[in-house]
Antibody, heavy 118, light 110 residues
Framework: QITLKESGPTLVKPTQTLTLTCTFSGFSLSTSGVGVGWIRQPPGKALEWLALVYWDDDKRYSPSLQSRLTITKDTSKNQVVLTMTNMDPVDTATYYC??????????WGQGTLVTVSS | QSVLTQPPSASGTPGQRVTISCSGRSSNIGSNTVNWYQQFPGTAPKLLIYSNDQRPSGIPDRFSGSKSGTSASLAISGLQSEDEADYYCAAWDDRLNAYVFGTGTKVPVL
């Protein structure tokens, strides 16, 4: 059974750095073709893809947010970490991590709501 | 910020067929396969269709997908009240080197 779960702060202040951790089970990030990505969804709005890291440590970022994002993986811990710098109230959203397979973004975590407010 | 365009809403009555369009460009839908996701309020999206027209196990066959050129479609045949949800298309974009989602379509069952 594949599961993913996001963890991190629920409230951050403007200009702070957000660090989110995705802890997964049921698959290995050392398996060829597999990746883990992050997607966010502001309240009442559409999904927005942020970043992903592949099994071979290849990393891709949203062009509009690339300067603020860093994604890393710890295969031994089955974790992927996303950091986003210089948080702003417009970054308030539910942040999801998800497994990427040859089928595309496949299994999703439950999501974690992050509010940016002073 | 969404690169793929969907209609905001597509309503239907129980038993009807509803179709949702997803319009992109040559760098995304025109070059790569399309996935569709179903999302109920307050829950994470779920993979509904992958590789344009393939259903994961457990997805009813009343859901079907297709692609032609730079557009894709999701059809729901025999609409049921439990299908009331938001639906998103998605594809990789070779020009942006990024995964892109559609604007989302709300499907109310009247």
């Amino acid at each position: 059974q594949i599961t993913l779960k996001e963890s991190g702060p629920t409230l951050v202040k403007p200009t702070q750095t957000l660090t989110l951790t995705c802890t997964f089970s049921g698959f290995s990030l050392s398996t060829s073709g597999v990746g883990v990505g992050w997607i966010r969804q502001p309240p009442g709005k559409a999904l927005e893809w942020l970043a992903l890291v592949y099994w071979d440590d290849d990393k891709r970022y949203s062009p509009s947010l690339q300067s603020r994002l860093t994604i890393t993986k710890d295969t031994s811990k089955n974790q992927v970490v996303l950091t986003m710098t210089n948080m702003d109230p417009v970054d308030t959203a539910t942040y999801y991590c998800a497994q990427l397979t040859p089928r595309g973004i496949d299994y999703w975590g439950q999501g974690t709501l992050v509010t940016v407010s002073s | 910020q969404s690169v793929l365009t969907q209609p905001p809403s597509a309503s239907g009555t129980p038993g009807q067929r509803v179709t949702i369009s997803c319009s992109g460009r040559s760098s995304n839908i025109g070059s790569n396969t399309v996935n569709w996701y179903q999302q109920f309020p307050g829950t994470a999206p779920k993979l509904l269709i992958y590789s344009n027209d393939q259903r994961p196990s457990g997805i009813p066959d009343r859901f079907s997908g297709s692609k032609s050129g730079t557009s894709a479609s999701l059809a729901i045949s025999g609409l049921q009240s439990e299908d009331e949800a938001d639906y998103y298309c998605a594809a990789w974009d070779d020009r942006l080197n990024a995964y892109v989602f559609g604007t989302g379509t709300k499907v109310p069952v009247l």
